[in-house]
């Protein structure tokens, strides 16, 4: 036993094969999802094995749609805190959530939770004057709806506007609160 203890450099060769470390940190996803598909640098896991990737087509989405899948009972605290800060505490929530990189942490937290579309614009944007004609389908696709009128109809809809405004027979202010007044007490 003196021999083996007098020469430091076979005594660790010797105690390197009887000891073995256990790695206490987080496990190496490298080595733990070996399944990854590698696409454009960012490895995916399909869920499904017939799943294929979908393929990117210029820029991605600004915008995602998420829909809340899953109960909220039973939840850790934190994914509760994740969802009503998305706004997806309610039965059936939905919402409309940026494409940036903290929401998508907060996404990737409680992606077993929620479906995540992209918003896709078929038409184009919507401007700020489409707001009222604008809805998003199930699917992701936010439509714009416009009515086309004919220009001489919404014209000749302003002129019989203006006409009614400033006819000389048209009730006063005064004879509409009466004739108001009178019709509250006798309704019938």
């Known amino acids: 036993m003196f021999n083996v203890l007098k020469s430091a450099a076979p005594l660790g060769q010797h105690l390197k094969g009887l000891v073995t470390v ?3 940190g987080k496990p190496n996803k490298k080595y733990l999802y070996k399944d990854g598909i590698l696409k454009d640098q960012i490895y995916y896991y399909p869920r499904d094995n017939n799943r294929e990737i979908l393929q990117l087509d210029g ?4 915008l995602f749609s998420v829909r809340r899948l899953k109960p909220i009972k039973g939840l850790p605290y934190w994914e509760k805190r994740i969802l009503r800060g998305l706004g997806l505490y309610e039965k059936n929530g939905v919402a409309v959530v940026k494409n ?7 996404l990737w937290k409680v992606k077993h ?21 604008t809805f998003l389908k199930e699917n992701g696709e936010c439509v714009v709806v416009r009515k086309l009128e004919e220009i001489d109809a919404s014209v000749d ?3 019989a506007a203006e006409a ?7 009730m006063d202010g005064e004879t509409l609160r009466k004739d108001s007044r009178l019709r509250w007490l ?3």
Request: net charge positive.
């Open 22 to 24: 256990r790695n206490y």
């Open 59 to 62: 820029e991605p989405s600004k």
């Open 100 to 106: 940036i990189p903290e929401n998508n942490a907060r």
């Open 113 to 133: 939770l929620v479906e995540v579309l992209p918003i896709t614009y078929k038409y184009g944007e919507p401007t700020e004057n489409d707001i009222d004609a």
């Open 157 to 159: 809809k302003l002129k």
């Open 164 to 170: 009614v405004r400033h006819a000389k027979l048209r």
């Open 186 to 188: 006798n309704p019938w």
